[in-house]
């Protein structure tokens, strides 16, 4: 069955970086965008960034633009997100989700927590 | 960017009961809007897409209408299981942006 697990989260202090990780299994990973999502404490969704099936395109949500780097590796069908000068408001847990076209976000992670404290 | 103003942020209602909450897109977004219902401990399940097409497996108490910049989620005989937080997303333009949420409670 279709599975994501992401790993790569933790505290870290603001301005420092962090890498996130998201392990797919289940379907052909190669042929799916993949998006990151968040969600603060208390917080509702907000959508962080998007990369197409074969690394061509990526977009990414104006909060984090700049910082974050969205990449895969589909040989490893490893989706990830470099996240550089981290802020305390990056503070959320990170999921990742499949793209099935016409804004479907199919199936989700389990997500992982970042926490940006001094 | 398109930004969505969705309310309210929360309500109270009873089982039985006809719920409604709306989106509004700072510009145009065509009928390029999902809704999703959000339940703690669990991924977010999409009820609607291209504003009124409902999701396979979806119950029919659930409906979308609108486009262009006004949106709603329609709930017709709210159930024990429809207890939960909803959002809208709009995927006409990157960057997709969600509403702010709603969240349904018991009356």
């Known amino acids: 069955q279709v599975q994501l697990v992401e790993s790569g989260g933790g505290v870290v202090q603001p301005g420092r970086s962090l890498r996130l990780s998201c392990a797919a299994s289940g379907f052909n990973f190669n042929n799916y965008g993949m998006h990151w999502v968040r969600q603060a404490p208390g917080k509702g969704l907000e959508w962080v960034a998007i990369?197409?099936?074969?690394?061509?395109?990526?977009y990414y949500a104006d909060s984090v633009k700049g910082r974050f780097t969205i990449f895969r590796d589909n040989s490893n069908k490893t989706l990830h997100l470099e996240m550089n000068s981290l802020r305390v408001e990056d503070t959320a847990a990170y999921y990742c989700?499949?793209?099935?076209?016409?804004?479907?976000?199919?199936?989700w992670g389990q997500g992982t927590l970042v926490t940006v404290s001094s | 960017d398109i930004h969505m103003t969705q309310s309210p942020s929360s309500l109270s209602a009873s089982v039985g009961d006809r719920v409604t909450i709306t989106c509004r897109a700072s510009q145009g977004i065509r009928n390029a809007l999902g809704w999703y219902q959000h339940k703690p401990g669990q991924a977010p399940k999409r009820l609607i897409y291209a504003a009124s097409s409902l999701q396979g497996g979806v119950p029919s108490r659930f409906s979308g209408s609108g486009s262009v910049t006004e949106f709603t989620l329609t709930i017709s005989s709210l159930q024990p299981e429809d207890f939960a937080t909803y959002y809208c997303?709009?995927?006409?333009?990157?960057?997709?942006?969600f509403g702010q949420g709603t969240r349904v409670e018991f009356k």
């Open positions: 989700a499949i793209d099935y076209n016409s804004g479907w976000l199919g199936h």
């Open positions: 990369i197409w099936f074969d690394g061509s395109h990526k």
């Open positions: 997303l709009q995927y006409s333009d990157y960057p997709w942006t």
